[in-house]
């Protein structure tokens, strides 16, 4: 069923790699146990590279391969430096301080997207008051800080990009849905249900391939990942028996490969979707 990397750390989550020309070729994890973010070099090497002293739940790089993590327990987005210390780059807007980002995303131009759910229980169903943002250039230089779902999801979670630039997905965990914004000519961005599933919890980890095909992975005791696309229902391609986290990632364009994080035995799994 693929391979499987047992890992260092704790509440392991967010696997990820650099897409930089020159790139090491490891694939890198978060640890939210411990605050460390890790890097792992075939056949059995880990090393912690980044300590946030906070809890990271997601990790991505930008096209400059500076590395940018999501902190929960620092209710901030961290830019980390060439000497490998992270420094808070977003943490509040309009005076309004994060519940605590969760996943995060880049687009092929660098725009930063991230989910504020806090820590899981803070916006649930009763309390749908999660958040999705980007971080985009401005006009007149810098960049800005803008919402694009202000405190109206039930725990945001996973977060994915298309090969089209003006469409992402959500994972909102507790209505066990997948949300779609599509950004319109005016540049505001409209939300829309693409998948409601049942059973189980709710959808944790979330990726797209360059044919816009979606792989899923399944928050519960029992996890699973599922593939869809547009004209598609999904279906299960994989399932875990010991499982309530599951992070993932693909580790090529086309989706030949995925990469979950499972937390309950703090492991890696590379599946082969074909």
């Given amino acids: 069923m693929g391979d499987v990397i047992r890992c260092r750390g704790a509440k392991i989550c967010s696997p990820f790699v650099s897409k930089r020309a020159g790139a090491s070729g490891g694939i890198y994890y978060v640890s939210a146990g411990t605050g460390e973010t890790f890097e792992y070099q075939a056949p059995a090497t880990h090393t912690p590279i980044v300590f946030s002293g906070g809890e990271p739940f997601g990790a991505q790089f930008d096209r400059l391969g500076r590395m940018h993590i999501a902190d929960c327990a620092h209710a ?16 509040a807007y309009e005076d309004r301080a994060f519940r605590g980002p969760n996943g995060i995303a880049f687009a092929e131009d660098d725009t930063v997207f991230f989910t504020d759910s806090g820590p899981l229980g803070e916006t649930t169903l009763e309390k749908p008051h999660g958040s999705v943002f980007c971080i985009t250039s401005s006009p007149s230089g810098g960049q800005v800080l803008r919402p694009l779902a202000m ?8 977060i994915a990009v298309t090969a089209d630039p003006d469409v992402l997905f959500v994972a909102e965990t507790m209505r066990n849905r997948i949300v779609r914004l599509r950004k319109l000519p005016s540049n505001a961005y409209h939300a829309s249900v693409f998948y409601q599933f049942s059973g189980g919890m709710g959808p944790s980890g979330i990726a797209c391939d360059a044919s816009g095909t979606l792989y899923v992975g399944h928050f519960d005791f029992a996890g699973e990942l599922t593939r869809c696309s547009t004209d598609l229902d999904p279906f299960a391609i994989a399932s875990f028996t010991s499982c309530w986290n599951l992070p993932l990632m693909l580790r090529s364009a086309d989706g030949a490969f995925v990469i979950i994080t499972e937390a309950s035995t703090n492991s890696i799994h590379i599946l082969p979707t074909r």
Avoid at 76 to 91: C, E, F, N, Q
Avoid at 151 to 158: F, T
């Fill in 76 to 91: 901030a987005i961290l830019r980390v430096d060439d000497s490998m210390k992270p420094g808070v780059m977003v943490k």
């Fill in 151 to 158: 405190e109206c999801l039930a725990h945001p979670w996973g």
